[in-house]
């Protein structure tokens, strides 16, 4: 037991310094990282207007939103995406593909806790952008957004098991490229899920009834869809525990496979390139 | 012939680059894979807003199919020729390798823009002139001034519009790495921002519609050769289109010549 602690301290450590490093080198490209900032408003702010237009064409609402119903929805969508959202799909196949994973291998530390830790860092610092984005837009489009203390907490709840299930299949994602090399097929296929199914393009009351069945058993809604629902109080509190049921499930269950999965992909991965 | 002399060096350029990345054989399959995802996310989007309504803001299903089209034409040339040449720009500023660029008797910009095509996107371009025909097809064209014929020309015309908002935009914020040195990021943020314009602008509310036709003018550029395909393309938005082409073309010209007067080289 002691060894294991010993290990979770070192990878806390270890991760967080990965995370103030992050932090530093990001805060030398401001300007890309507005741009990026502005990229995932843009998709929210075009899912939105899709959505307003069609409540508009339907007279008034769809799936139970109307305009600033659909405002507060993708208001929330664009700050929990930002939460939740890892680059790891993009980074590690990148560094398989040009090698450079290598010295990551070198490194007396797990390179999936480097590149968390760099991770998070991207998703702090884009909330500095973010957030205040939300709240212009929040006022521009007249957002309803009326959680109740209880869905705040349910929330609260929910968030580190959302960013739990995310980290460890975006991994599994990430870690087919030691076989694959190039993956962005998969990748696309992965993004069309938490697209479609995770409640960032529409939210689940306007997908088809078995596409909702099927969001519903797949972790995508829970880590995404459903805490935006609960923040706009669409969603009852008491939906958290199923929430972290299956979010808690799907991330042991992706966690038992990652383990052999790194192992033998770390052993098949070649360093290609210099 | 200024002009014919760069054309000729452009094209040398692009075709070094071209057979370069066409000995990568096995990419084709990964680009397959990848446009292939990309399309059946938009037909899926397209079938989800279309389920609770036959019309958004005027324009059918069919019609979104004819956006979704030029948005993969416009993306071949975004992604295959401006991003892909510069990447390559923005190597070489931070190598210092654009000194010897410099010292070529050819316009520096003009290669830039234009120097490392991806020929695998060529697939894009192909896919999305097909969906363009099936769209078209579906939703009939006889209601355009002109005809068919006069639709297709007015299509080619602001398509080639499209083309120069795009790149010239591109080339703008790509010069910002004059001052900056680091700009991949910029390069792949801009792509990411395009891929979020499969709608016509038509249909946002006013003050995103103006942002998508001046801030980020990719969404104009996605829309007007849309427009002229389904028969509402008016004054307005030719305009519009033609307005901010020159604008841009001027705009980034400037920058370039300021940046290019700024820049120290960095080469040993």
């Given at each position: 037991m002691t060894t294991v602690a010993a290990q979770l301290g070192h990878m806390w450590s270890g991760g967080s310094a990965q995370l103030r490093l992050g932090m530093i080198q990001l805060t030398q490209y401001r300007a890309s990282f507005a741009i990026w900032a502005l990229s995932s408003t843009l998709q929210a702010v075009v899912a939105m207007a899709v959505w307003q237009a069609v409540a508009a064409a339907n007279g008034g609402t769809t799936g139970g939103y109307d305009a600033s119903g659909f405002a507060g929805y993708f208001v929330i969508a664009l700050i929990l995406r930002e939460l939740t959202f890892t680059g790891i799909v993009y980074h590690l196949p990148n560094r398989v593909e040009t090698g450079k994973f290598a010295i990551y291998l070198l490194r007396p530390l797990h390179p999936l806790v480097q590149t968390y830790g760099?991770?998070?860092?991207?998703?702090?610092?884009?909330?500095?952008?973010?957030?205040?984005?939300?709240?212009?837009?929040?006022?521009?489009?007249?957002?309803?957004?009326?959680?109740?203390?209880?869905?705040?907490?349910?929330?609260?709840?929910?968030?580190?098991?959302?960013?739990?299930?995310?980290?460890?299949?975006?991994?599994?994602?990430?870690?087919?490229?030691?076989?694959?090399?190039?993956?962005?097929?998969?990748?696309?296929?992965?993004?069309?899920?938490?697209?479609?199914?995770?409640?960032?393009?529409?939210?689940?009351?306007?997908?088809?009834?078995?596409?909702?069945?099927?969001?519903?058993?797949?972790?995508?809604?829970?880590?995404?869809?459903?805490?935006?629902?609960?923040?706009?109080?669409?969603?009852d509190a008491s939906e958290a525990i199923t929430a972290v049921a299956v979010l808690a499930a799907w991330s042991i269950g992706l966690l038992l496979v990652l383990q052999p999965a790194w192992r033998a992909g770390t052993r098949a991965y070649e360093a290609v390139g210099q | 012939m200024r002009g014919m002399h760069e054309a000729r060096v452009v094209t040398a350029h692009a075709r070094i680059a071209a057979s370069t990345e066409l000995a990568y054989r096995s990419n084709f399959w990964a680009y397959l894979v990848n446009t292939v995802v990309t399309l059946g996310?938009?037909?899926?989007?397209?079938?989800?807003?279309?389920?609770?309504?036959?019309?958004?803001?005027?324009?059918?299903?069919d019609d979104?199919?004819?956006?979704?089209?030029?948005?993969?034409?416009?993306?071949?040339?975004?992604?295959?020729?401006?991003?892909?040449?510069?990447?390559?720009?923005?190597a070489d500023i931070r190598t210092g390798d654009f000194d010897y660029r410099l010292?070529?008797?050819?316009?520096?910009?003009?290669?830039?823009?234009?120097?490392?095509?991806?020929?695998?996107?060529?697939?894009?371009?192909?896919?999305?002139?097909?969906?363009?025909?099936?769209?078209?097809?579906?939703?009939?064209?006889?209601?355009?001034?002109?005809?068919?014929?006069?639709?297709?020309?007015?299509?080619?015309?602001?398509?080639?519009?499209?083309?120069?908002?795009?790149?010239?935009?591109w080339t703008l914020l790509a010069s910002i790495t004059f001052w900056t040195v680091?700009?991949?990021?910029?390069?792949?943020?801009?792509?990411?921002?395009?891929?979020?314009?499969?709608?016509?602008?038509?249909?946002?509310?006013?003050?995103?519609?103006?942002?998508?036709?001046?801030?980020?003018?990719?969404?104009?550029?996605?829309?007007?050769?849309?427009?002229?395909?389904?028969?509402?393309?008016?004054?307005?938005?030719?305009?519009?289109?033609?307005?901010?082409?020159?604008?841009?073309?001027?705009?980034?010209?400037?920058?370039?010549?300021?940046?290019?007067?700024?820049?120290?080289?960095?080469?040993?």
């Amino acid at each position: 037991m002691t060894t294991v602690a010993a290990q979770l301290g070192h990878m806390w450590s270890g991760g967080s310094a990965q995370l103030r490093l992050g932090m530093i080198q990001l805060t030398q490209y401001r300007a890309s990282f507005a741009i990026w900032a502005l990229s995932s408003t843009l998709q929210a702010v075009v899912a939105m207007a899709v959505w307003q237009a069609v409540a508009a064409a339907n007279g008034g609402t769809t799936g139970g939103y109307d305009a600033s119903g659909f405002a507060g929805y993708f208001v929330i969508a664009l700050i929990l995406r930002e939460l939740t959202f890892t680059g790891i799909v993009y980074h590690l196949p990148n560094r398989v593909e040009t090698g450079k994973f290598a010295i990551y291998l070198l490194r007396p530390l797990h390179p999936l806790v480097q590149t968390y830790g760099a991770s998070f860092a991207n998703s702090v610092q884009s909330l500095v952008f973010v957030i205040p984005i939300a709240a212009v837009l929040t006022i521009a489009y007249d957002a309803t957004i009326s959680p109740s203390p209880a869905a705040v907490l349910a929330t609260i709840v929910v968030l580190p098991f959302a960013i739990l299930a995310r980290a460890s299949a975006d991994s599994m994602v990430a870690i087919s490229s030691f076989w694959l090399v190039r993956i962005s097929g998969i990748r696309g296929i992965y993004a069309m899920a938490t697209l479609l199914l995770g409640g960032q393009f529409a939210p689940l009351a306007v997908l088809p009834d078995w596409l909702a069945t099927i969001a519903r058993a797949l972790p995508f809604y829970w880590a995404l869809g459903f805490p935006i629902e609960l923040l706009v109080g669409r969603a009852d509190a008491s939906e958290a525990i199923t929430a972290v049921a299956v979010l808690a499930a799907w991330s042991i269950g992706l966690l038992l496979v990652l383990q052999p999965a790194w192992r033998a992909g770390t052993r098949a991965y070649e360093a290609v390139g210099q | 012939m200024r002009g014919m002399h760069e054309a000729r060096v452009v094209t040398a350029h692009a075709r070094i680059a071209a057979s370069t990345e066409l000995a990568y054989r096995s990419n084709f399959w990964a680009y397959l894979v990848n446009t292939v995802v990309t399309l059946g996310v938009s037909i899926a989007s397209i079938a989800l807003v279309y389920r609770h309504t036959d019309e958004v803001g005027g324009w059918t299903s069919d019609d979104l199919l004819v956006v979704v089209g030029v948005f993969f034409a416009l993306g071949a040339f975004v992604n295959g020729v401006v991003h892909s040449s510069m990447a390559k720009l923005v190597a070489d500023i931070r190598t210092g390798d654009f000194d010897y660029r410099l010292l070529k008797p050819v316009d520096a910009q003009a290669v830039a823009v234009a120097q490392a095509p991806d020929p695998w996107r060529a697939l894009d371009l192909v896919i999305g002139i097909v969906v363009i025909g099936f769209g078209v097809s579906r939703g009939g064209l006889e209601a355009a001034a002109g005809g068919i014929p006069g639709a297709i020309g007015a299509a080619i015309g602001m398509f080639a519009c499209a083309v120069v908002i795009v790149a010239a935009f591109w080339t703008l914020l790509a010069s910002i790495t004059f001052w900056t040195v680091q700009g991949e990021g910029i390069l792949w943020a801009l792509d990411d921002m395009y891929d979020h314009l499969r709608w016509p602008i038509g249909i946002f509310p006013g003050g995103l519609r103006l942002a998508l036709s001046t801030i980020f003018p990719a969404g104009l550029a996605v829309t007007v050769p849309a427009e002229a395909l389904t028969g509402r393309l008016d004054a307005t938005s030719v305009f519009m289109a033609l307005a901010m082409a020159t604008a841009l073309l001027v705009a980034s010209r400037v920058v370039w010549r300021v940046a290019v007067r700024r820049y120290e080289g960095a080469s040993s």
